[in-house]
């Protein structure tokens, strides 16, 4: 009973993790799980359920260097690794999420005019001044009760689809075993890419400290983590899959084109969950991506990262209301969408490279375990992968201007992982030579 009042307790009091799970749960996930259910039927259910369990220990390892730390994690870096490594962060985090925020955007504004018939440059402005004056005026505690809210809208939204859409079950449990279709490389690497991703590692440290918790916390915000990664973005996720591998076959659907299609196919009352599900994960989304920046931003310039400093609270109206153009971008949605957490997939490696570095370096206050570790290097391994197959693809179509600049900046952060690598190895060497020889 006393467990049971626990978790009662913690339910009551959840929150930074669901601000990151608004982000992971948001139209660019979508439109690789629309992609790869349309395009391969069932077959990457595996690859969907395991992204859950990913995202989970991504957030676990960023919330345990913000609650150890009680810091945020560019000042941390700044302190322990050096002024040049802290703004390579800053710069990894920057790019991922701009670009991000113009697409999402986009996607907003598109189902927004899709819904009622206005134009979407009209809800693009609309849609910018709410951010604003929303986040700007009442800064993280709206936008946590917002994403819990949205978060559980839109997971029912899709649950709720799957009892008008019909799945095959055995099908579905022949796609759990791991097999990788041909072609389907990239829309996997997306649906991974969504639940792992820089701005959802570098964000947490900075919300966490936004909601007052400290290491005292380490429960609840581990509760906090599965609650939200594992549980409510793994069903949106497995829901979302089903009903496009079910009922869908064009591997070309955009994410709004895949809500139209539902209509004729399983009924107006699919096709309407859907389009509302994919407009509540779009605003959960943008509201979410639109702090990461000025967080990481404000932390680099040492202003404080709560909108009681003016500093800060500019920036976040700056960058709500420049992501305006993004509704007037035009253009194949999905397409957009891939490119985004294909270019959070180049920086998330470094993140993820710097938290596990972090973690076991005297900026913790607690020594981290050896199946912590594991799990850490697990993830920057299949993160790195990811990246690599992403950025051998650009390479063999050709290399234009766009792709030829993530493709330096992709190698600039490689070799910034190889120099840490060397740095730990160095720091080990020196600590262990140091240590006083045991006595006889």
């Not at 946590?144 to 839109?154: D, P, S, T, W, Y």
């Not at 594992?230 to 497995?238: E, I, Q, R, T, W």
């Not at 060397?422 to 020196?430: H, I, N, P, Q, S």
Request: hydrophobic share 55%.
């Amino acid at each position: 009973m006393a467990d049971l009042g626990r978790i009662r307790g913690y339910a009551g009091e959840m929150g930074p993790s669901w601000v990151a799970g608004a982000i992971a749960a948001g139209p660019a996930t979508m439109a690789s799980l629309v992609t790869g259910g349309a395009a391969y039927g069932y077959d990457l259910l595996w690859v969907v359920v395991l992204s859950a369990f990913a995202g989970a220990l991504a957030q676990y390892l960023a919330m345990r260097l913000g609650l150890l730390t009680e810091r945020g994690i560019v000042s941390v870096v700044e302190e322990y690794l050096g002024e040049w490594w802290a703004w390579l962060l800053v710069a990894d985090v920057v790019l991922a999420s701009g670009v991000a925020q113009l697409v999402i955007m986009n996607t907003l504004a598109s189902v927004s005019a899709t819904i009622t018939g206005v134009d979407a440059w009209l809800w693009g402005l609309l849609w910018a001044v709410v951010l604003a004056l929303g986040l700007a005026g009442r800064g993280y505690g709206l936008l946590e009760a917002a994403a819990k809210l949205l978060v559980a809208g839109v997971v029912l939204a899709f649950v709720a689809s799957l009892f008008v859409v019909p799945v095959d079950p055995g099908a579905a449990a022949i796609g759990l075993v791991p097999t990788l279709p041909g072609g389907s490389a990239l829309v996997a690497a997306g649906i991974l890419g969504g639940a792992v991703h820089i701005t959802l590692i570098t964000m947490h440290s900075y919300t966490m400290r936004a909601k007052g918790w400290t290491e005292r916390e380490y429960g609840l915000a581990t509760f906090d983590v599965g609650a939200s990664m594992l549980v409510a973005f793994g069903v949106y996720s497995v829901a979302i899959f089903l009903v496009a591998a079910s009922v869908l076959s064009d591997p070309d659907l955009s994410t709004v084109g895949a809500a139209q299609a539902l209509g004729p196919l399983v009924g107006e009352n699919a096709r309407w969950l859907f389009l509302f599900g994919l407009g509540g994960a779009a605003v959960s989304t943008l509201g979410g991506n639109t702090i990461v920046t000025p967080f990481v931003l404000a932390d680099k310039l040492g202003w404080g990262t709560t909108v009681e400093d003016p500093r800060y609270r500019g920036l976040l109206a700056a960058v709500a209301l420049l992501s305006a153009p993004g509704a007037v971008i035009g253009g194949q949605v999905i397409g957009q969408l891939v490119l985004v957490l294909a270019l959070g997939t180049v920086g998330t490696p470094f993140a993820i490279a710097i938290v596990v570095y972090l973690l076991n370096s005297p900026a913790v206050s607690r020594p981290t375990s050896a199946f912590t570790n594991v799990g850490g290097l697990a993830l920057l391994s299949v993160s790195g992968v990811l990246a690599a197959n992403f950025l051998r693809g650009q390479a063999a179509g050709g290399l234009g201007p766009l792709s030829g600049a993530v493709l330096a900046f992709a190698v600039l952060l490689a070799l910034a992982m190889i120099g840490l690598f060397v740095k730990y190895v160095l720091e080990r060497l020196g600590s262990d030579s140091a240590a006083p020889e045991p006595a006889d």
